[in-house]
């Protein structure tokens, strides 16, 4: 039988309809929905857990969103032309094609927010129309929003876009958004496969890579624990090839039963009984 729910501390929503299906679980805090896969939710639905309905449209995700304090909110000029004297152009690609994306923004607005912007807006930037070559489109929009109302939007952006935008957070100088930034690149790192590309797209920024190693050691499965091993041994993490190795030998049972360990590459063999003797 499914528990009523009721829950009266605020919320983040103002009206009951703003919901849709988000899964809880009883005796969790409610808080904050928790979003899972689609299959994942059928699945407990069908095993008795109760579901608590949560939709937000696109507005109400940037109201939600985490707000530098220090930031007055602008957003309601955000990309208008009206009274804008600067665009950011971008060579994007349509269809496989060559095209020009841009935004529209306002030099007071931008140099009040950052120095590095007022800097250049004072020196090389002093014309109507910017090319920017180093960064893409989305997460360069995602910066400016940021700018304009102090709310960090990422939910659209993937992990190399989010790296984009942490980029841009140090070009930039605001640590504020830096570190945003960081916690939010970790929550979407979701498999190992995205450990290792991410961290190779992060060289140089030795803080993001930290954040992504603290991110692998937390979600070695089964499944991954040999592709773990390997990538702990390719970056030669100690702290990360000993956790490796604690994990597998907790679950080593469960690991034999799966895994043929006898059969394993030479190459992912050495780095998964390395881990283990470093447990």
Not at 14 to 35: G, M, Q, V, W
Not at 42 to 50: F, H, K, V, W
Not at 57 to 70: F, L, R, V, W
Not at 147 to 175: F, K
């Amino acid at each position: 039988m499914y528990e009523p729910y009721s829950h009266q501390e605020p919320t983040l929503f103002l009206f009951f309809h703003d919901t849709t299906a988000a899964l809880y679980a009883p005796n969790r805090s409610h808080e904050k929905p928790i979003h899972v896969p689609f299959n994942k939710l059928a699945e407990n639905i069908l095993s008795g857990e109760t579901c608590k309905l949560v939709l937000k449209s696109e507005e109400d995700i940037y109201k939600a969103a985490e707000k530098n304090p220090i930031f007055k909110d602008s957003s309601d000029l955000f990309n208008k032309a009206k009274f804008s004297d600067v665009k950011f152009c971008f060579n994007v690609q349509v269809n496989g094609e060559s095209a020009t994306k841009e935004l529209c923004a306002h030099k007071a607005i931008l140099a009040e927010r950052s120095e590095v912007f007022h800097s250049r807006f004072s020196n090389e930037w002093k014309g109507g129309e910017i090319d920017i070559k180093y960064w893409g489109y989305e997460a360069f929009h995602a910066f400016l929003f940021y700018l304009y109302s102090g709310r960090i939007v990422t939910a659209d952006l993937n992990l190399y876009q989010l790296l984009e935008l942490h980029d841009l957070s140090e070009q930039y100088l605001d640590p504020y958004l830096k570190s945003k930034s960081l916690e939010h690149l970790s929550t979407k790192l979701e498999s190992m496969e995205d450990i290792v590309d991410v961290y190779k797209k992060a060289e140089g920024h030795n803080q993001a890579r930290d954040v992504i190693v603290k991110r692998a050691s937390k979600i070695i499965t089964v499944d991954n624990c040999v592709q773990a091993a390997q990538f702990a041994d390719d970056i030669n993490h100690h702290v990360l090839i000993s956790d490796v190795g604690r994990f597998i030998l907790d679950n080593r049972k469960e690991i034999y039963d799966k895994t043929n360990v006898d059969e394993l590459d030479p190459e992912l063999l050495r780095p998964f009984l390395k881990a283990l003797m470093k447990a």
